[in-house]
């Protein structure tokens, strides 16, 4: 690794090339941009791949039945869905789309888990006839859509319930998904939870092994996470006595956070799962209930450091005494987390990154709105038309929550490793723009 001042941020093989430019997987970021045009999207396999065996590694040398189950919608992509699979991860969808990146890879249907709070009829039925392992039930309408459409196929379907346990994860409220407030899960505290576990398990069609929160993401502090399963479990130790409830599986969601700026760096991923089995244990413990097998859900920690976004600088737009505008190619309409969510970015000058930092700047995107802005007062070298500029850590609800605003179209995507370079989303085109448009002739 170089001494780049945002190592701890990029990709794990990130260096200078020879030419002593920012390089990712043994390419050299400008080579790539040449040949593949900006904005660019990098994801360093090795990096994704590292990821998924320090989270097997660090829960199953603590807790050996756990299952990673990689959440998709942090960055659904069929060449990261085969990944996913070969390093035997499991894989989590929220919506048909998701679902089919998995089935156009063949990706084992007993390693799926289908998530969300509003799945319709058709993407239960393709879920159940695919041989979906587990549905992740989300509301009283569900079980008995579920139940109607498993009974349907003559199918008795694995579920587990969304919780909710009013548990604040002190991140941002708009990221929040396990405070009471919140349109998931089943609510322990106003009593909806135990007549979700009353109701499902009265169903035939339907087998409960679980229960499931989330409580947000991105999560820095630890003691949420143990907070959140001593209530859980002391409800699951309850619904036992009572109904019958036999919790063969366990999740405590993911939420799990990664650097973005070098100065809020997230806990070690041990320490998250010491926290997690430790909690887990002792909880099983106190309310005499047999250690379930452990399902862990890590989206943004698996993929986004990984990837990183690459633009290409324009106009450059100085108010004396106020602030420097630098503006790029892209912007919110391919990573909307700084408007949406106040998200920090780092900011890597490609062709120079080891150059004094010497003025602040404002990165703005090209996008028609104020609120464009990518990065807000960062130290970079004196800019220059034409330069290319890095986000770290982009390769996380980036690209999964673009849009065509502005009819833009969305950036090519490559996956990068030992110095070879393969496409794997191309670049939309304005034909891609117009293909659902009627009325053209």
């Not at 569900?142 to 694995?158: H, K, M, T, Y």
């Amino acid at each position: 690794m170089s001494n780049i001042p945002e190592s701890e941020l990029l990709p794990i093989t990130a260096d200078l090339s020879a030419k002593d430019r920012l390089a990712i997987g043994g390419c050299d970021v400008r080579d790539l941009v040449h040949k593949y045009g900006s904005p660019l999207y990098i994801y360093d396999e090795a990096t994704l791949r590292g990821m998924c065996r320090d989270f097997v590694n660090s829960f199953t040398t603590l807790y050996p039945r756990t299952h990673i189950e990689y959440s998709s919608k942090a960055f659904a992509n069929p060449s990261v869905a085969k990944i996913i699979d070969e390093e035997g991860l499991s894989m989590d969808v929220v919506t048909g789309g998701e679902l089919a990146v998995a089935i156009a890879v063949d990706f084992p249907p007993e390693r799926l888990n289908f998530h969300g709070n509003n799945k319709g009829r058709e993407e239960l039925t393709e879920a159940v006839r695919y041989g979906i392992g587990n549905i992740t039930v989300d509301s009283f309408a569900e079980i008995d859509l579920l139940s109607e459409v498993a009974e349907g196929l003559g199918v008795r379907q694995n579920i587990m319930l969304r919780l909710s346990p009013s548990i604040d994860p002190h991140t941002h409220l708009l990221t929040s998904t396990g405070i009471l407030d919140s349109k998931f899960g089943f609510s322990i505290e106003t009593g909806d939870a135990e007549i979700a576990v009353e109701k499902a398990i009265a169903q035939r069609s339907l087998n409960t092994e679980g229960l499931h929160f989330h409580l947000g993401s991105p999560i820095f502090e630890l003691e949420p996470y143990s907070e959140a399963i001593e209530y859980v479990l002391q409800f699951a130790s309850r619904m036992r006595k009572k109904f019958g409830l036999e919790l063969k599986k366990f999740s405590p969601g993911g939420g799990f956070a990664i650097g973005y700026v070098t100065d809020t760096l997230p806990p070690e991923m041990g320490e998250y799962a010491r926290e997690i089995v430790t909690a887990i244990r002792s909880a099983c413990d106190r309310y005499d209930l047999d250690e379930p097998e452990l399902i862990v859900e890590p989206g943004r920690a698996v993929v986004g450091r990984s990837g990183v976004a690459v633009y290409t600088v324009g106009g450059i737009k100085t108010i004396p005494g106020v602030r420097t505008y630098v503006s790029v190619d892209g912007g919110m309409g391919d990573n909307i987390r700084p408007a949406l969510y106040q998200s920090e970015y780092a900011v890597v000058p490609v062709d120079r990154p080891l150059e004094e930092r010497n003025q602040k700047v404002t990165v703005a995107g090209k996008f028609c709105e104020s609120g464009d802005v990518l990065a807000r007062d960062v130290d970079l070298p004196e800019p220059e038309t034409g330069e290319l500029l890095a986000l770290p850590a982009s390769g996380a609800y980036c690209l999964m929550m673009a849009s065509n605003y502005n009819m833009q179209t969305r950036p090519a995507v490559v996956l990068v490793n030992q110095g070879e370079s393969r496409l794997i989303r191309r670049r939309e085109t304005y034909t891609d723009l117009l293909a659902s448009s009627i009325d053209l002739d």
